[in-house]
């Protein structure tokens, strides 16, 4: 997560949830940086832990989406999954920490342990997003994988309870890179950008939802490695 700041974080936060400082590309402003280590290796996760190959996830993907939007998702079934497959982000940046499952029942679904990944790597991100003390106004704009996710994007976008911005285009940061070398100057809607609005009612069931969770969130993500 990358975060475009008016002058560098150098408090006392900054440096116990080891948050990177850096300069802005463009040469004004500066950034703020925290990495997620599970991001778009979830898709190889998932394929290995419920034996399913890549087309057989994007169908599930679009098949959850679909019913998600509709209405037809029922969040107490859903298993609460810590998708810490590759390590552990910011504050603990722990590389030996490793996913948990909780709450599986005799009759989950490999739908709903699908559904569980995304919403947890959401989660994930919310909390990355707070160590960064994003204010409202934060304009949220979504490259890589997650762009080309709707279940993911609207999960996020819910959650969160604010607008997203997600590139069209792939290879965005290599696209960049290319720019600067050159000395151009790419604008974002250069990425053919697609909005993804949340949906109010999605976004309170999802609040409720958190709260009713956080105790268990923060448990799982306090086990030892």
């Known amino acids: ?91 603990d ?38 160590l960064l003390r994003a204010n409202a106004t934060t304009r949220i704009k979504v490259i890589g994988p997650a762009s080309e996710n709707p279940l993911w994007l609207q999960l996020k976008a819910d959650l969160l309870g604010t607008s997203l911005s997600a590139s069209s285009l792939s290879e965005v940061v290599s696209r960049g890179a290319q720019a600067l070398a050159c000395g151009e100057v790419v604008e974002w809607d250069a990425t053919k950008p697609r909005q993804v609005d949340a949906h109010q009612q999605r976004h309170n069931q999802l609040a409720a939802w958190s709260a009713q969770i956080q105790q268990q969130w923060d448990y799982l993500k306090g086990m030892p490695t």
């Open 1 to 91: 997560v990358l975060l475009l700041i008016d002058s560098p974080r150098l408090d006392h936060h900054a440096e116990v949830s080891k948050l990177a400082n850096g300069l802005a590309c463009s040469g004004q402003g500066y950034t703020l940086f925290s990495s997620i280590p599970t991001g778009g290796s979830a898709f190889a996760t998932l394929q290995k832990v419920i034996g399913i190959n890549a087309d057989d996830l994007n169908d599930i993907i679009v098949q959850l989406y679909e019913k998600y939007v509709a209405g037809e998702i029922d969040l107490e079934r859903i298993p609460l999954v810590l998708p810490r497959f590759r390590g552990s982000p910011s504050p």
């Open 93 to 130: 940046k722990d590389a030996d920490a490793r996913g948990v499952i909780a709450g599986l029942r005799t009759d989950t679904t490999r739908e709903e342990i699908v559904f569980g990944t995304f919403l947890g790597l959401v989660l994930q991100y919310r909390d990355v997003l707070m």
